[in-house]
C-alpha cells in the first residue's frame, strides 16, 4: 500500500510560499517516489499549487467542502468546484470544523458524501479531546463518529480515514505508538464490519507529526501515513516526514 502526506495548510500560506513550497515538493521526484503528496492549502491558493505542480505526481486538494453541488451559501465551496480546479481530495470533519463551525457527523456525512459523487477522495477525520481522552471515552467516540461521519458509497479504495487526537493537534503533543495502533486498528475493524474488507484502507495519523518524530509515527503498525498541520509549510521537514515512510 502507498503511504498518504498529506498536508494541511489551515489557514496559513501566501501565493509566494504556496508557489515555492509546491514547486519545491514537485522538483523533487525522491520524494514523489517514497509516498502518496498531497497539498491542501487554502482554497484560494489552490490554482497556484495547480500550475506549480502541473505534469508532476504531487496532488492537490481543498480543506473543506459544501455538501450542496451548487446554491445560496455564500463564502463555501463546492465539492464539485473542487473537482474542477483539479482537486483529487478534500479534508472533511476535522476537528476544527466541528469545533469552530459546530459541524456534526451528520454534516460530515453530507460533505463526504458530495466529495464522491464529484469525485474526490474525502479525507475524513475523526479524533477525542483531552477530556474523552481522560474519561476513557476515545473508544467510545471513534465508532460514534465513525458511524456518524461516513457515507454509505464509501469503501477502501474511495475513502481516507485521518485519526486525529484534538489534544495533539497543535500543541506539540502525540498519542503513544501503542494508542495510535489500538485506535488505528479500531477503525479498520469497525470500517471493516460496515463494508467488508477493510485491507486497502488508507489510515492516516494527524497530531503534532513532524520530521524528528515521523519515523516511529509511520512505522507504528496500521498507520499508512499521516495528516499533517505546521510542518507541511516547511519544505525541508516536509520532506523528512515523507522520506521517513517506511
Known sequence: MRYLIAGNWKMNGSLASARTLAQGLADR???????????????????????????????FGGQDC???????????????????????FVIVGHSERRADHFETDAIVKA????????????IVCVGETEAEREGGKTSAVISRQMAGSLPEA?????????YEPVWAIGTGKTATTD??????????????????NAGALRILYGGSVK???????????GVNGALVGGASLDLEDFARIILACP
Request: net charge neutral; charged share 15%; proline share 5%.
Open 154 to 162: 464509501s469503501t477502501a479504495a474511495n475513502t481516507v480515514i485521518a
Open 179 to 196: 494508542d495510535i495502533a489500538a485506535v488505528h486498528a479500531q477503525v479498520r475493524d469497525l470500517f471493516a464490519a460496515a463494508r467488508g
Open 111 to 122: 460533505k463526504a458524501s458530495a466529495a464522491l459523487k464529484a469525485g474526490l477522495t474525502p
Open 29 to 59: 521526484r525522491e520524494l514523489t517516489a517514497k509516498a502518496d503528496i498531497a497539498l491542501c492549502p487554502p482554497a484560494p491558493l489552490l490554482p497556484a499549487i495547480a500550475a506549480a505542480v502541473a505534469g508532476s505526481a504531487v496532488a
Open 66 to 88: 459544501h455538501a450542496a453541488e451548487k446554491g445560496a451559501h455564500t463564502g463555501d465551496i463546492s465539492a464539485w468546484l473542487l473537482k474542477d480546479l483539479g482537486c483529487s
Open 211 to 221: 520530521g524528528a518524530n515521523a519515523a516511529s509515527i509511520l512505522a507504528t503498525a
